[in-house]
């Protein structure tokens, strides 16, 4: 069994930035696939960005050139550096690890940007 744990979520002013942290713990595997999704109030889940093991990036439009996801394969960790954030950012922000017929999701990190 893996666990993800996030952090670094919080309350933050527009324009403001904040990092997220995946931890994954328990039966480790360096996961192919690492992921952050975000759910805002009353909305679905959406993809924010997603990192494979050789560096490859994706994002979501509407994070590009704000947000920089990246992964610590040494320590089973990945990471959500969130810059010049807006209101619309404002969610809960799910980490993902994917690969080898598994799909683990942690429990979520509030996000809230707000003046």
């Known amino acids: 069994q893996v666990q993800l744990v996030e952090s670094g979520g919080g309350l933050v002013q527009p324009g403001g930035s904040l990092r997220l942290s995946c931890a994954a713990s328990?039966?480790?595997?360096?996961?192919?696939?690492r992921g952050w999704y975000r759910q805002a109030p009353g909305k679905q889940r959406e993809l924010v960005a997603t990192?494979?093991?050789?560096?490859?990036?994706n994002y979501a439009d509407s994070v590009k050139g704000r947000f920089t996801i990246s992964r610590d394969n040494v320590k089973n960790t990945a990471y959500l550096q969130m810059n010049n954030l807006n209101p619309d950012d404002t969610a809960v922000y799910y980490c993902?690890?994917?690969?080898?017929?598994?799909?683990?999701w942690g429990k979520g990190t509030l996000v809230t940007v707000s003046s």
């Open positions: 993902q690890a994917r690969g080898y017929g598994m799909d683990y």
């Open positions: 990192i494979v093991s050789g560096g490859i990036t």
């Open positions: 328990g039966s480790i595997l360096n996961f192919p696939v």
